[in-house]
């Protein structure tokens, strides 16, 4: 089983950063794929970014180049650095875990494992 705890949200202008991270525990942590996914208001759920458990990034078409996926895997914690913030990045942003790879990993229900949320406010 893997646990998950997100932190880092909070109260940003348009155009600044804003780093988020998820710290994981449990058995199979180590070998799990993590991937934040976000919620705007009003919205479902949609895919953000993934770092596989061997160093692969991968992210969602319309964030590349403001957002950037990082891993330390000596503390098992994912990072979410996000710069030039926008008011439609305001989401609960989530990370999750799977054990293994199969399926799409831009698809939430192929995740089993899910922190709780922290939330991203962005001003105008």
């Known amino acids: 089983q893997v646990q998950l705890v997100e932190s880092g949200g909070g109260l940003v202008q348009a155009g600044g950063s804003l780093r988020l991270s998820c710290e994981g525990s449990?058995?199979?942590?180590?070998?799990?794929?993590l991937a934040w996914f976000r919620q705007p208001p009003g919205k479902e759920r949609e895919f953000v970014a993934v770092?596989?458990?061997?160093?692969?990034?991968y992210y969602a078409d319309s964030l590349k180049g403001r957002f950037a996926v990082s891993r330390d895997n000596a503390r098992y914690t994912m990072y979410l650095q996000m710069t030039g913030l926008r008011p439609d990045d305001t989401a609960v942003y989530y990370c999750?875990?799977?054990?293994?790879?199969?399926?799409?990993?831009?698809?939430?229900?192929?995740?089993?494992?899910w922190g709780q949320g922290t939330q991203v406010t962005v001003s105008s």
């Open positions: 770092s596989t458990s061997t160093g692969g990034r």
């Open positions: 449990g058995e199979h942590v180590a070998t799990s794929e």
């Open positions: 999750a875990a799977r054990e293994g790879s199969y399926g799409d990993y831009s698809r939430s229900v192929n995740y089993a494992y």
